[in-house]
């Protein structure tokens, strides 16, 4: 079955401490997104990329880091830098341009301890 | 820039009754609509889309149509059940969906036996 894998569910970290969220699909699509979810606060997009070995920042970019090596692959480093990490991480992947509705991984719930 | 915003919840009701989300956007260019729900701990799934002026999305018994001249897109059931029980987005995609989508803060359905 096609669809976007996550990895892991749940995640803990210790202050100062990078971690690296997974995100798979195997949709076939050309562009992936990564969106924090807070409570009350909906989905804000970290980054998101149209082809591999092309990114770019949204709206809350600050303290993560993404790669896109592969097209089938994003995956999402918090770093030390993020101040307020503890949220649920959504990966989402679209088609193409002209075909933005998006499907999303079940997500990644990353707790600092 | 792209915003959108929907009722907030929670929104309780009982089994049976009519279902009214509503959400309004502004946006730029000439978006795309969609409506998203997520269960307890899981992604989020696509629901129903619509992607011009006075189409109508549906979706296991979920409507909702793109009215521009009121820049809304409310989501509406005629006769909810239990399993409804979930939060609802609102999300738009602008310029052909090439930064991702832009997400209401969310509704939290309740429905009641």
């Known amino acids: 079955d096609g669809g976007i894998t996550q990895s892991p569910k749940y995640l803990f970290r210790k202050e100062g401490q990078n971690v690296t969220l997974s995100c798979e699909q195997n949709?076939?699509?050309?562009?992936m997104y990564w969106y924090r979810q807070d409570p009350g606060q909906g989905l804000r997009l970290i980054y998101y990329?149209?082809?591999?070995?092309?990114?770019q920042k949204g709206d809350i970019a600050e303290g993560y880091s993404v790669s896109r090596e592969k097209k089938e692959s994003f995956p999402l480093t918090v770093t030390s830098a993020q101040k307020n990490p503890t949220a649920f991480y959504l990966c989402?992947?679209?088609?193409?341009?002209?075909?933005?509705?998006?499907?999303f991984g079940q997500g990644t719930r990353l707790t600092v301890v | 820039g792209d915003s959108v915003t929907q009722m907030e919840g929670p929104v309780t009701l009982s089994e049976e009754a009519f279902l009214t989300i509503n959400c309004t956007y502004t946006?730029?260019?000439?978006?795309?609509l969609f409506w998203y729900v997520q269960y307890p701990g899981e992604g989020l799934q696509l629901l129903l889309k619509?992607?011009?002026?006075?189409d109508k999305g549906s979706n296991k018994g979920f409507e909702a149509t793109y009215r521009k001249e009121t820049t809304s897109f409310h989501l509406e059931k005629g006769s909810v059940q239990v399993s409804d029980s979930a939060v609802y987005f609102c999300?738009?995609?602008?310029?052909?969906?090439?930064?991702?989508?832009?997400f209401g803060k969310g509704t939290h359905l309740i429905i009641q036996p």
């Open positions: 989402a992947s679209s088609p193409s341009l002209g075909r933005p509705e998006a499907f």
């Open positions: 619509a992607t011009k002026a006075d």
């Open positions: 946006a730029t260019g000439y978006p795309s």
């Open positions: 949709l076939n699509h050309d562009a």
């Open positions: 990329s149209q082809i591999v070995n092309d990114f």
């Open positions: 999300a738009l995609s602008d310029q052909g969906g090439a930064d991702g989508l832009t």
